[in-house]
């Protein structure tokens, strides 16, 4: 990756978060059952969302690796699941912070979406102690890359979770018919996932650079001890 | 401040507080890095 298309992408992130935020928190009108409130709704979903897409991303990058062994895939795998856990860690710090807003607890172990997402969280939380319980090398890259593979399944059962549950309080706003919501507020949310998903990318890019370049460091060390 | 305003202003704060944090941890390890190179520059010379 060039320097100048991840500033670019750095430039973008900055741009549309930024942007993001003043209309999200000054130019969208209050909902008019939750008020202020919702509008974490705007940090949240595109938080989740991203979360989701890295760990799709490190599926992908891990099937790569499994297909044609090269060591890079490793690396790009392991730091797309890294992006993912902390984004979905923000995911149920910020739910839990709206959910004490609208439902009055932190937490509550009936509804699916949660404990879904709970569960995805701590599958790829395992990722790291998979990772680090096997020695470097080939076999520890193809372990992780099998783990990140099954990961990916739990992202559609917890995405439809929702949409399957017959009672639930968590609210959808984005149905088979479309997003039931204001253009402002769907303006703002666009806005927003976009914005988190050029930053996840260019979090993502400047990890795997500093891990590959980590690794060259330290085997020109070992050459010239 | 109302409690929605102070919790959606708790939640936008923790997603900043982590992304400094994380920026951080980043700087440190670019830090590890020139050290490495000088290091290394030190040895080649």
């Known amino acids: 990756m060039r320097a100048s298309a991840a500033t670019r992408r750095a430039s973008a992130a900055v741009v549309l978060l930024t942007l993001a935020l003043a209309l999200a928190l000054e130019w969208v009108p209050n909902d008019a059952d939750q008020g202020f409130s919702q509008r974490i709704f705007y940090l949240h979903v595109p938080v989740a969302l991203t979360a989701y897409a890295c760990f799709v991303t490190a599926a992908w990058k891990a099937l790569r690796l499994l297909t044609t062994d090269l060591e890079r895939y490793d690396v790009e795998s392991a730091v797309a699941v890294h992006i993912g856990t902390i984004f979905g860690a923000l995911t149920l710090v910020t739910g839990s912070i709206w959910a004490r807003v609208s439902w009055g607890v932190w937490w509550t172990w009936s509804e699916n979406q949660l404990v879904l997402f709970l569960v995805i969280f701590l599958f790829y939380s395992a990722y790291f102690m998979l990772r680090q319980s096997v020695p470097a090398g080939r076999r520890q890259a193809r372990l992780c890359a099998v783990f990140a593979l099954f990961g990916v399944v739990l992202i559609p059962v917890s995405f439809l979770a929702i949409r399957l549950a017959a009672n639930f309080i968590h609210p959808v706003v984005i149905t088979q018919h479309g997003p039931q919501m204001a253009s402002s507020m769907l303006l703002a949310f666009a806005l927003s996932l976009a914005g988190m998903l050029a930053l996840a990318s260019v979090l993502y890019t400047f990890e795997v650079g500093g891990k590959l370049l980590d690794r060259r460091l330290r085997s020109l060390l070992e050459v010239t001890a | ?45």
């Open chain 2, 1 to 45: 401040m109302n409690s929605g305003e102070q919790f959606a202003a708790a939640a936008y704060l923790v997603f900043v507080f982590v992304l400094l944090a994380y920026l951080f941890i980043q700087s440190r390890k670019l830090a590890r890095f020139e050290r490495q190179v000088e290091e290394l520059e030190r040895r080649v010379t």
